[in-house]
């Protein structure tokens, strides 16, 4: 149980194109989501915060326009990355929250998104 | 504000060797606790948790954690490693009365490199 799957596993866009990203919790209802960005030989680092049916709340330093998340179900939020540009090339990963869970996250097998 | 310090960027062992991973963190509130691993090109899973009860943790592939509030660590041991264990281990924090503003604060990570 309790699995998450994101879609696409990569991704190669040109720069300037728009790239959304689906993470979908398969067995499990998710009153929040969360999405996460890792560089190479990094941490994760908190994007945002996406709850069903609200706005997300972005963390300090990442652009709201240009990373935009919907969570429009309890078992699907969205990601895309509009106008990316080579340094949006990244590993992005999404976790989802289990509705009235201990804090646990189960996470997605991330997306690789190289920008050219 | 929550804190997690992974102190070992990079731990080298050969294989069947014991191995510790450490963990400590900064809280003012009671906290829960996680072990995250990473294979390369893959999302994250969980290795184990603490929320409450016994200190003593048992989770997948043989790993253990042991809470220890006073010294406010959370160390991930295994007694034996085996190759397949090569990979990135994170630590991670949730304030367990941080209401609406919960997240992961994450270490890190540390790098297992098991040889033979």
């Known amino acids: 149980g309790a699995v998450v799957s994101q879609h696409p596993s990569w991704v190669i866009c040109k720069s300037g194109t728009s790239v959304k990203i689906e993470c979908r919790s398969l067995?499990?209802?998710?009153?929040?989501m969360f999405w996460y960005r890792q560089f190479p030989k990094q941490s994760l680092m908190l994007m945002a915060t996406s709850n069903e049916g609200s706005k997300a709340t972005y963390e300090q330093g990442v652009e709201k326009d240009k990373f935009l998340i919907n969570h429009a179900s309890l078992t699907l939020s969205t990601l895309t990355v509009t106008s990316a540009h080579p340094e949006d090339s990244s590993f992005y990963i999404c976790?989802?929250?289990?509705?009235?869970?201990?804090?646990?996250?189960?996470f997605g097998p991330g997306t690789r998104l190289t920008v050219t | 504000a929550q804190s997690v310090t992974q102190l070992d960027s990079q731990v080298p062992v050969f294989e069947e060797a014991p191995v510790e991973l450490r963990c400590n963190y900064s809280s003012s509130v009671s906290v829960y606790l996680f072990w995250y691993v990473q294979y390369p090109n893959q999302g994250l899973q969980l290795l184990l948790k603490y929320l409450s009860g016994s200190t003593l943790v048992k989770g997948i592939n043989g790993f253990e954690a042991e809470f220890n509030k006073s010294q406010t660590s959370f160390h991930l041991r295994k007694p034996s490693v085996h190759i397949s264990d090569t990979a990135e281990y994170f630590c991670a924090v949730w304030a367990s009365n941080a209401g609406n503003n919960r997240k992961l604060i994450w270490g890190l990570g540390t790098s297992l490199a098991v040889n033979p």
């Open positions: 067995d499990f209802q998710a009153t929040t």
């Open positions: 976790s989802a929250r289990q509705t009235g869970g201990s804090g646990e996250q189960y």
